[in-house]
Each structure stands twice: as structure tokens, then as C-alpha cells.
């Protein structure tokens, strides 16, 4: 099926047989109930050889934004935590939809606009793979920290690729005394992540996971 851009992320599709094979434009997908969710793959840079399937959640509709807040509730739920945090950017779109369905009244944002009664102690330098040459600083707000302390704390971002961003995450929570006892996501990406995020594989959850594709002369291939 090929779509025109602005179609991506708008339409989750029937249960379908595991994707296989190799792919022109689009990657399919699968939820944990089988359904399935096309996304446009992306030419990483470099010599061309390489993509991932690219998720933006602002940009998808409300029947797919719920969809994957559904599902990442459900994963989260069996780890009873009792707050979300939101990790900018992305994930700041997700984390009060899937607070929500946990029967949550407020979620904890992270943030990466210092205010001025911020702590510079309670900072960490962040970068991510969609934006490699635009480092950010990560803030927790000192007045969220009663809201955590002592809490069983999950995570919540759009995508772990790299993990850069996330093992950024966990050590500003570090600075607070802050341990997670869950990490979510709406998809995980590729197995990049793996290595910087080694300490918290067991507790790392997604409704989506997507390969990295390699290119064939038939099209895109995932990589195992």
C-alpha cells in the first residue's frame, strides 16, 4: 500500500499476517492485538543504505493516538505505577493519554526550558536521533519532586531509537533519587537502544517495535 505523507499514522488496519519480505515506502507495524499500523520509512543519513520506520505521534490521528496509548497502558498496568512522567518532546503528547487510562489525575513533565527557579543540579544534557546536532538540557521542575518522591514513577516517551535520550532521562531522575519502576513507549525502534539502556531492558515497554531496514535491490529489508 503506498500513501501520500500526509496519510501516514491516520488509520490503524485489521490483523494481518507478520510482516515480511521487503518493503517499498512503508513498514507495517503490529500492535499486540495484531492489528497493524503503516509507517513511512525514513533514509537514515549516511551512504543510503539504511532506514527506520518513523512514528510522529502529534501528527497521528485520535483513533491511532489512542490506540497506542491503549496498548501502553495495558503494558504499563502490571507495574502499578502510581504517576507518569512525560519526556519532552513527544512524549509530553502521549504521557497524559496513557495517565489517564491508568486512572491517573496529572502526569510530571520534563522539561528542556529552563525556568528561573530551576536547580541547575537537577539538569542533564539530551540529544536524540532525529535531532543529532541540536543538544538540549533536560530539567525536572524542583516543586514535581514531592509528586515523586517515593512513588513507583514510570517513564513515558514517543519512541526509543537510540537511547540516548531515555539513558539521559534516567540519569537526571538519578540526580533526584528517582528510580523507575517502568519505561514506556510507543514504539521501539530498531536495537540501537539496546546497549546505553542495558541497566533497564527488564522494564522497557512498547505496543510497537519496528527494525532497522536495510536497502535490497527489491526494496527495504528488516535487519535482525
Known amino acids: 500500500m503506498s500513501l501520500l505523507p500526509h496519510q501516514f499514522w491516520q488509520d490503524i488496519l485489521p490483523p494481518q499476517a507478520a510482516p515480511a519480505g521487503s ?53 504499563l498496568r502490571p507495574f502499578a505505577p502510581e504517576i507518569i512522567i512525560g519526556v519532552p518532546t513527544l512524549g ?63 517513564v513515558v516517551d514517543d519512541v526509543i531509537s537510540s537511547g540516548t535520550s531515555m539513558a539521559a532521562v534516567m540519569r537526571l531522575l538519578a540526580k533526584a533519587g528517582i528510580e523507575p519502576v517502568a519505561i514506556g513507549a510507543a514504539m521501539l525502534q530498531g536495537t540501537k537502544w539496546h546497549e546505553p539502556m542495558q541497566k533497564w531492558r527488564d522494564r522497557i515497554v512498547a505496543p510497537l517495535n519496528s527494525p532497522l531496514l536495510e536497502k535490497t535491490e527489491t526494496g527495504w529489508v528488516a535487519l535482525a
Not at 25 to 42: E, F, N, S
Open 23 to 75: 518493503f517499498i515506502d512503508a513498514y507495517p507495524a503490529t500492535l499486540p492485538d495484531g492489528r497493524q499500523l503503516l509507517l513511512p520509512i525514513r533514509i537514515l543519513p549516511g551512504d543510503g543504505t539504511k532506514a527506520v520506520a518513523s512514528l510522529i505521534i502529534n501528527q497521528a490521528s485520535f483513533t491511532v493516538a489512542d490506540a497506542l496509548a491503549d496498548g501502553l497502558a495495558d503494558l
Open 92 to 154: 509530553l503528547h502521549l504521557a497524559p493519554n496513557v495517565a489517564r487510562r491508568l486512572g491517573h489525575s496529572r502526569t510530571v513533565p520534563l522539561g528542556t526550558s529552563r525556568k528561573f527557579w530551576y536547580d541547575d543540579a537537577l539538569s542533564e544534557p539530551m540529544s536524540s536521533i532525529t535531532s543529532p546536532s541540536h543538544a538540549k538540557t533536560l530539567f525536572v521542575d524542583p516543586r514535581m519532586l514531592p509528586l515523586l518522591e517515593g512513588k513507583r514513577v514510570a
